[in-house]
């Protein structure tokens, strides 16, 4: 797809300095929401909620450089006043996934990590893990994390997606609903809560953003469907470590209380 007419375009001095970068994070960061608009410089402790997800991925050992990507002047600047890197991009994107292909382009980089910008508890050491199977000689193009689900209500929470994976951890499917069926009687295998954060080889990001949408990416809403419908796999790594990704006043409110307990011990 690749909907962006007029590409990014880097300072002379920050592309110089992304060009020996082998992993960048790219933070795509969306002023528009519709159930929480303005997100990105909602206030959690004092800082922005961007400068939360930025402050994270600049402490994983395995990134090299971090860049967030919006639309939007008013959040490049906050970014600015943290000391953050912000690169304007097109408007007119439909996904997350185009916004940072945009970016790709202009990047010469092995590796682009997807750090979603309303995920402001991720950490370091996830990030990392998330990073490790690209790294290696192994022809893995794309990959993301996965969680052990351990509340049961969360298996009804739309919210929350849902994944199977081989015995290899290699993704089948991912969904919205409850995933797997068990039947009656049967002991239940493990079930697993998928953490929003993609790593891919950057030739691969470009290809896969030109790719069209597909019946089941459409149908439930997750791009990464995108890449198995069309015949690539997606290796995941599990994490112990947990998230919440915000998007409802309430998801809000719940990772400032938990911001601001942390703080406090």
Excluded: C
């Amino acid at each position: 797809m690749l909907r962006f007419v007029v590409p990014v375009v880097f300072p002379s001095e920050l592309a110089r300095s992304l060009r020996h970068a082998r992993v960048v994070a790219v933070i795509p960061s969306r002023y528009q929401s519709t159930r929480l608009p303005g997100k990105p410089l909602a206030l959690i402790d004092g800082k922005t909620m961007v400068e939360h997800v930025w402050a994270r991925a600049s402490h994983a050992r395995r990134i090299d450089a971090v860049i967030v990507a919006t639309d939007n002047e008013e959040v490049a600047t906050a970014v600015d006043k943290f000391g953050g890197v912000a690169v304007m991009t097109s408007a007119d994107h439909a996904t997350g996934t185009d916004r940072l292909a945009e970016v790709a382009t202009r990047l010469e980089s092995d590796l682009i990590v997807n750090v979603q910008g309303d995920e402001p508890l991720i950490t370091p050491s996830a990030i990392d893990d998330a990073v490790q199977p690209l790294l290696a000689p192994n022809g893995e193009r794309m990959g993301t994390l996965r969680k052990r689900l351990d509340q049961a209500e969360d298996l009804h929470n739309p919210s929350i997606v849902k994944m199977v994976v081989d015995h290899q951890g290699y993704a089948l499917y991912f969904s919205r609903s409850p995933l797997p069926y068990v039947r009656p009687g049967q002991p239940a295998p493990a079930i697993w809560r998928h953490l929003g954060l993609y790593v891919y080889k950057r030739t691969f990001l470009l290809e896969f953003a030109r790719l069209p949408q597909t019946p089941l990416e459409l149908a439930e809403g997750l791009e990464q469907l995108r890449a198995l419908e069309h015949g690539f796999r997606i290796i995941t790594v599990e994490t112990t470590a947990d998230t919440i990704g915000v998007d409802t006043p309430e998801d809000l409110e719940r990772v400032r209380r938990l911001v601001q307990a942390g703080a406090r011990s």
